[in-house]
């Protein structure tokens, strides 16, 4: 009786290996998506930075300001690429999770046992501090616990901010790179050094403050676009 109320309250271990690799998947797919939004990201940045710089050679009098803009756009892009190495590692890590945890379940099945694993604790309390995946990996690393795969979580992980300590002077160091990178093939003239540019005709007062009203409305909706994007 009593192994019949165990069968009927308690899940399997197969049940249990099913509901692991289900929520893995989730986060798997969870990160292709987010990962393939950074790409979009990454290049709809890219082609902000292209504008600003043609934006700057169409009118010289907003050099300035359209050099400011595109070193945003640059400390954006280097955001953006750092954000999907790290979910690239995650991914990884969560292979690396799925393929431990299907082990793990294997010896259970040989030997009748199971012995708490530190790499896959280790694994699972890097990805649970992740914003994007922390819900559904705390939702596994209970089973995982349910299943004696793991010891119970003691939320010792680093904070998030010193995961991103030192971007911001990292960005700076960077930041002439992407510039140059972007800018090279579509805009080779505008990274040649002391290159001399000749004195446009100046156009009548009123053309002048059309042309610079348009450049700002460009410019707004650059950054409100951005702005929509890192939303």
């Known amino acids: 009786m009593n192994s019949i109320r165990s069968f009927l309250w308690k899940p399997s271990p197969e049940e249990q290996k099913r509901k692991c690799n289900t929520l893995i998947r989730s986060n798997t797919r969870k990160l292709d998506r987010d990962i393939q939004n950074l790409k979009l990201l990454e290049s709809k940045t890219k082609n902000f930075i292209v ?4 934006r700057a050679q169409k009118n010289p009098s907003q050099q300035k300001q359209a050099a400011h803009e595109t070193r945003v756009f640059a400390k954006e892009l280097i955001r ?7 979910l690239a590692t995650s991914k990884a ?4 999770v799925q393929m431990q945890v299907n082990e793990a379940f ?5 030997e ?11 694994d699972v309390n ?5 914003p994007e995946l922390s819900g559904t990996m705390r939702e596994l690393s209970q089973e995982l616990v349910k299943a004696g795969i793991i010891e119970e979580m003691v939320g010792d992980s680093l904070p998030d901010e010193e995961l991103m300590e030192g971007e911001d002077e990292e960005a700076e160091a960077e930041v002439e790179k992407v510039l140059g990178e972007v800018l090279r093939d579509k805009h080779p003239k505008a990274q040649e050094p002391d290159q001399v540019i000749p004195e446009p005709a100046q156009p009548a007062q009123a053309q002048v403050e059309e042309e610079e009203e348009e450049d700002q409305e460009e410019l707004d909706q650059m950054r409100g676009r951005l702005e929509a994007l890192k939303s």
Do not use: C, E
């Open 126 to 130: 890097t990805l649970v501090k992740l």
């Open 106 to 110: 294997s010896v259970r099945k040989i």
């Open 80 to 86: 953006v690429r750092k954000q999907n190495a790290r």
């Open 93 to 96: 890590q969560l292979h690396s």
């Open 51 to 54: 504008q600003g710089n043609k």
């Open 112 to 122: 009748g046992s199971l012995k708490a694993s530190t790499g896959i604790m280790k």
